[in-house]
């Protein structure tokens, strides 16, 4: 069910009024993602049908019982004194169905103006109260997340303390829950009274959970060896389902043929403990269909949305940042379905400033192989206190060396001559810039040491290999 497009203020704006106005890109993005929230309006309007569709049932057919009544009396020979006593039995029990009548409207109220409320809620976004009401969105969805997942004190103390039980659907899941509870304690009638109270819906929707509850209900009368009681039970329970599931009835049928749990694997599989977990999984999905709520919580589908965009290959590797929530195990697990993201165009992050390497701030690669930002090198050039990590692991095994520049005329330097060839000046340097260009000249982009402390300097020196000697 699709949501209409929420009201961007009034359709006239003028200077005045613009800076009050909701961006429109943003109330645009609101409304596609508010779609997938369907479930929003569609849970309490369907309990609300619900609920007015077993009221009307009830007086319908206490209705109809008293009018019965009334003609029996009428077409029997009874006493005045009779007529009058059960003519007041009539009128009791009027006055008692009155009474209900009364409660089950303040109940059908309460939920229409639980559904009024979540209306008024889809309507209230703009540009002044954007930020609380996503605030407000977002404690919905966590509930939503706590209640699926069967933490209810939790979900109920967050909705009570933000003010908005009339925005989230406990009570429909704590309906869930007695069902989910009495199958998790191997207990099946109330899971078929819900089915007995749902039959109509349900047979829409073409649910075979009932079925299913039949054949855990028979399994269990083979398993305490009462097989007459299993045949019984068959005949009166699963026949009626036996032109649609034919082929699983006569596996489970054939159970009753065994001594005990069989130890055929086809018909040992119906008697494992893990059918109880099927069962429980079954009726979350048959309930999620009757109330039209999404089959995966609201917090899991917005999570993936955004792990989307985010998702690469190195993001499973042993290597992955921290920074990136794919590195947490719990998060890889929801990716695992989702494609890789799409990207046009290589993006490089520096390492140091966690920020974009872009025209603005361009990468530069060093003779070691690493690349950091325009910007990374720079402040630390100006805080004159940081040692590269290869630096510092071989700062032990320095070299000394003297090199000479070329044709230019440099001075003589007092250099480190690192172990995988690199240079490094001896002396604190401001960043300089040096020609290039020399005939046989080598380009190299070395670091300066000072202080006992090793800086990165981008400069480059051209040096002549026939003027350059190194002492070991």
Same mark, same amino acid.
């Given at each position: 069910m699709e949501m209409d497009s929420l009201p961007n203020g009034n359709s006239t704006t003028t200077s005045t009024t613009a800076p009050s106005t909701a961006p429109p890109s943003k109330l645009t993005q609101l409304t596609e993602s508010l779609k997938l929230e369907h479930q929003f309006l569609r849970v309490p309007f369907e309990h609300y049908k619900k609920t007015i569709r077993a009221n009307l049932r009830a007086v319908e057919k206490e209705v109809s019982s008293v009018i019965s009544a009334v003609n029996d009396y009428a077409d029997s020979d009874i006493s005045n004194d009779d007529a009058v006593q059960r003519l007041t039995s009539l009128?009791?029990?009027?006055?008692?169905?009155?009474?209900?009548?009364?409660?089950?409207?303040?109940?059908?109220?309460?939920?229409?103006?639980?559904?009024?409320?979540?209306?008024?809620?889809?309507?209230?976004?703009?540009?002044?109260?954007?930020?609380?009401?996503?605030?407000?969105?977002?404690?919905?969805?966590?509930?939503?997340?706590?209640?699926?997942?069967?933490?209810?004190?939790?979900?109920?103390?967050l909705a009570e303390s933000s003010n908005m039980l009339d925005l989230v659907d406990i009570d429909i899941y704590l309906e869930a829950k007695k069902v989910i509870d009495a199958l998790q304690n191997m207990e099946i009638a109330p899971a078929l009274a819900w089915c007995a109270e749902n039959k109509s819906r349900l047979k829409k929707l073409k649910s075979k959970f009932e079925f299913q509850l039949r054949l855990q209900e028979y399994i269990e009368l083979v398993r305490a060896e009462n097989h007459m009681g299993a045949i019984a039970y068959a005949r009166k329970y699963l026949a009626p389902w036996a032109a649609m599931h034919t082929k699983?009835?006569?596996?489970?049928?054939?159970?009753?043929?065994?001594?005990?749990?069989?130890?055929?694997?086809?018909?040992?599989?119906?008697?494992?403990?893990?059918?109880?977990?099927?069962?429980?999984?079954?009726?979350?999905?048959?309930?999620?269909?009757?109330?039209?709520?999404?089959?995966? =919580?609201?917090?899991?589908?917005?999570?993936?949305?955004? +792990?989307?965009?985010? *998702?690469? &290959?190195?993001? $499973?590797e042993d290597d992955c940042t921290r920074e990136d929530p794919l590195s947490q195990e719990s998060f890889r697990k929801l990716a695992i379905p989702l494609p890789y993201s799409k990207q046009h165009h290589s993006k490089i992050v520096c390492y140091i400033t966690k920020e974009l390497m872009d025209t603005e701030n361009p990468p530069q690669v060093l003779p070691n192989g690493y690349v950091y930002s325009t910007k990374a090198l720079e402040e630390m050039a100006k805080r004159n206190d940081v040692m590269h990590e290869k630096l510092q692991r071989a700062n032990s095994s320095l070299q000394r060396a003297t090199v000479e520049a070329g044709a230019g005329g440099f001075p003589w330097r007092l250099v480190w001559w690192m =172990?995988?060839?690199?240079?490094?000046?001896?002396?604190? +340097?401001?960043?300089? *810039?040096? &020609?290039?260009? $020399?005939?046989?000249?080598?380009?190299?982009?070395?670091?300066?040491?000072?202080?006992?402390?090793?800086?990165?300097?981008?400069?480059?020196?051209?040096?002549?290999?026939?003027?350059?000697?190194?002492?070991?």
């Open positions: 009128v009791s029990r009027l006055q008692g169905l009155k009474r209900k009548m009364e409660e089950e409207r303040r109940t059908e109220n309460l939920q229409a103006e639980r559904c009024c409320a979540r209306i008024d809620h889809l309507e209230s976004p703009d540009a002044e109260n954007l930020t609380g009401w996503a605030n407000m969105r977002l404690k919905r969805i966590l509930v939503d997340y706590m209640l699926r997942m069967s933490y209810y004190d939790t979900g109920l103390k699983e009835m006569q596996q489970v049928f054939a159970t009753v043929a065994f001594k005990g749990i069989p130890e055929c694997s086809v018909y040992k599989a119906f008697f494992e403990p893990k059918q109880w977990d099927y069962l429980v999984e079954q009726f979350k999905q048959e309930f999620c269909r009757l109330y039209g709520m999404n089959p995966e =919580p609201l917090l899991n589908i917005f999570l993936q949305a955004g +792990l989307s965009s985010l *998702k690469t &290959p190195y993001c $499973y =172990p995988w060839g690199h240079v490094y000046e001896d002396r604190a +340097l401001e960043i300089i *810039k040096i &020609p290039l260009g $020399y005939e046989g000249g080598r380009t190299y982009m070395i670091f300066s040491k000072s202080m006992g402390t090793s800086i990165f300097l981008s400069f480059l020196l051209a040096v002549s290999d026939e003027f350059t000697r190194a002492s070991m």
